[in-house]
């Protein structure tokens, strides 16, 4: 039987395509053309799934070129399913962190280690160093090193984990970024969202401006709930379960869609109407996309609809 060549984006995929590219990134690495080795690393991994040694080598190159995020991503993915190279990786993770000045985390990690004699005592003066480097660094005052228009030529999804380790790190020193993030005018919703929710787990009493979709509101951090503990947001919550308590696979569907809303739209409600009515709209938008006659109305879906577009764009 004759053997049909992959195809992706209407490119021919040739046999060996995907180990060439390996070859290729691994042979950038060892030069020291690190650039190169990653562009390479990508094209493989979107044809083949790595093995833990060539992510390794993947994560060493994005940790050389700075992509701090990237390298942690890719060094969790190879603990999480167990490595062969466990204090390697680990100890990979650790300078990892200690660039991204995660000092919290450092010493969460390392203590244990030291602990139950995981390390080989070679390697013991090296995180006994680098565990008290940490807790030195946790106790001064830190000033973190952060540049908006840097930040804005960042993915959503890079933004929004340095605003989840940001507080890790200190929690003084992130207030002012977050606050930043929070009020520019030019970010994402979702990242101004996220800096604003961490804004009010700090409970933070100075006042925030945030402009969400063109429109400027200001709140004081530590008088606001979480999105899905707003009042209105809440109610809403509740009707759709009174709404769709004989549908449990169309409320599970709804409730996913209309918290992602809440995120996007925070701190202001989805809508100004009734909180039942907006269940309801919700609830007709899940319907229609079960039943054929409701697709032609989906017009009066609109709202829901713009909604959903900037989650799709995310992802484009």
């Not at 899905?228 to 599970?252: C, G, K, S």
């Amino acid at each position: 039987m004759k053997k049909e060549n992959k195809s992706i984006n209407n490119l021919v995929l040739f046999p060996g395509t995907a180990e060439k590219y390996l070859v290729n990134a691994k042979q950038f690495a060892e030069s020291g053309r690190f650039e190169e080795a990653i562009e390479c690393f990508e094209q493989a991994s979107a044809l083949m799934n790595l093995e833990e040694a060539d992510l390794f080598i993947y994560a060493v190159c994005l940790f050389e070129m700075k992509e701090l995020l990237e390298a942690k991503e890719v060094v969790e993915n190879i603990l999480q399913v167990g490595s062969s190279n466990y204090v390697e990786s680990i100890e990979l993770y650790v300078s990892i962190l200690m660039e991204l000045r995660n000092f919290k985390d450092v010493v969460t990690i390392i203590e244990p280690l030291l602990e139950e004699n995981i390390l080989p005592f070679s390697k013991r003066p090296t995180f006994l160093q680098l565990l008290d480097l940490s807790k030195r660094l946790m106790e001064k005052k830190q000033v973190i090193p952060f540049e908006i228009e840097k930040f804005t030529s960042w993915t959503e999804l890079q933004q929004q984990q340095f605003i989840s380790d940001l507080t890790k790190e200190s929690e003084e020193a992130s207030v002012p970024i977050l606050m930043e993030v929070a009020g520019h005018s030019d970010l994402p919703e979702l990242s101004k969202s996220f800096a604003l929710m961490a804004l009010v787990e700090l409970k933070v009493s100075n006042d925030v401006d945030i402009i969400k979709f063109g429109k400027k509101i200001t709140v004081t951090p530590a008088e606001l709930d979480l999105p899905i503990h707003l009042e209105t947001n809440r109610q809403v919550l509740e009707a759709l379960h009174r709404q769709l308590a004989q549908h449990p696979d169309f409320l599970e569907m709804a409730e996913e869609i209309v918290i992602r809303h809440f995120l996007l739209c925070y701190p202001n409600p989805i809508s100004e109407e009734e909180p039942a009515t907006i269940a309801s709209r919700y609830t007709n938008y899940i319907e229609s996309l079960f039943i054929s006659s409701g697709v032609e109305n989906f017009e009066k879906h609109t709202p829901i609809l713009d909604l959903e577009r900037f989650f799709e764009s995310r992802i484009q």
